[in-house]
Structures are given as structure tokens and as C-alpha cells.
């Protein structure tokens, strides 16, 4: 146990002086927030991947969307996490968006970070179905009991929740 939290703290450490050099625009909370999460995944930043993933998401979104941005560098991150195809996840992400703006939500950086759950957990699921008020409740609901928490906070809350409703899910139906 020991040496497993030793080797956690020191990649914690060697990846957040990494993301501190080589995203040093993204700033200081945005590095840290890099740095857990790929030491979660037990992992370095793969930070080439990470900036295509960037480039391809300014290419194929307006300036003035809400993948710009901090959400930009976050949702870079969190795509760099996954093994496969970045841009069909990425293509996946505009489409669950366009499907709920259509049933109404609201455009900003929640709805993306919504998306890219939604992307992630909900593949092979109908987007129309998976994309409803009603389903993605908890998500919105859980920004009331922390209004005054910071924004990076509550990605990581959310990012729980659906983590812990997938694995939920997995163990009660074996069609996931």
C-alpha cells in the first residue's frame, strides 16, 4: 500500500510540473486538474494527443461556442483519457449537444461536460431516449447543493456520478 501511494503521489507530481510546462497557457487549476485525473487513470498526459484533440475542436467548432475556452481545455483532457477514435467522440459530443438543445437545455459548458458523459457512458444507447430532462435531472439538480463551489469541482462531482451510475448499471443489466 505504501509503495502504491508513493508512485501515485510522485506521477501526480511528475505530471502536473509536465502540464505546468507544456500547457502553461491552460493555467494553474486546469494543470492540477490534468494531473489528477491522468494519475486516476495511472497514467502521463499524452500531451500531443492532447493538442490535436484541441485542434480538431477549434476546426470544427465556431469561436464563440461553448468548447471554447477553459471548457476546451477540459474537455481535451478528459477525450485524451480514452483509447480509440478522438474525433468520432468529439462528432458524438456536437451531436448529443444539437439533441439537447432540441429538447431544450440551454447552451453553456454544462451542457457540453453533459455531452461528453453522455458521449462517453451512453454509446450504443438512443440519443433521443438518453437525452431527455427527465434523465439528465441529476446532473442539474446536483449544481444546487454546491452553487458557490468552484467550476472545476463540479465537473469533477459530476463526472462521479455518471462514473458511479455506469458501474451501477453494469453490474444490474449485462446488456451495457
Do not use: W
Not at 502504491?4 to 505530471?15: A, M, Q, S
Not at 502553461?24 to 490535436?52: C, M, Q, W
Not at 477514435?85 to 437545455?105: A, H, P, S, T, W
Not at 451512453?122 to 433521443?128: A, I, P, R, S, T
Request: proline content about 3%; overall charge positive.
Amino acid at each position: 500500500m505504501e509503495k502504491l501511494l508513493k508512485d501515485r503521489i510522485n506521477l501526480t507530481i511528475e505530471n502536473y510540473r509536465n502540464a505546468k510546462e507544456d500547457l502553461r497557457n491552460d493555467g494553474d487549476l486546469i494543470n492540477h486538474f490534468a494531473s489528477l485525473v491522468f494519475t486516476h487513470y495511472e497514467k502521463e498526459i499524452p500531451f500531443e494527443k492532447v493538442k490535436e484533440i484541441r485542434k480538431y475542436i477549434k476546426a470544427t467548432s465556431s469561436r464563440v461556442s461553448p468548447f471554447r475556452g477553459d471548457m476546451l481545455y477540459i474537455l481535451s483532457l478528459l477525450i485524451a483519457i480514452e483509447e480509440g477514435n478522438e474525433n468520432k467522440i468529439i462528432d458524438d459530443i456536437y451531436e448529443i449537444m444539437d439533441v439537447l438543445k432540441f429538447q431544450g437545455f440551454n447552451e453553456c459548458d454544462y451542457l457540453v461536460l453533459t455531452s461528453f458523459v453522455i458521449a462517453k457512458y451512453g454509446h450504443n444507447k438512443d440519443k433521443n431516449k438518453t437525452c431527455t430532462k427527465s434523465f439528465l435531472s441529476l446532473l442539474t439538480n446536483k449544481r444546487a447543493f454546491f452553487p458557490n463551489a468552484p467550476f472545476l469541482i463540479y465537473i469533477l462531482f459530476s463526472l462521479l456520478i455518471a462514473n458511479v451510475k455506469y458501474l451501477i448499471a453494469s453490474l444490474t443489466s449485462p446488456n451495457l
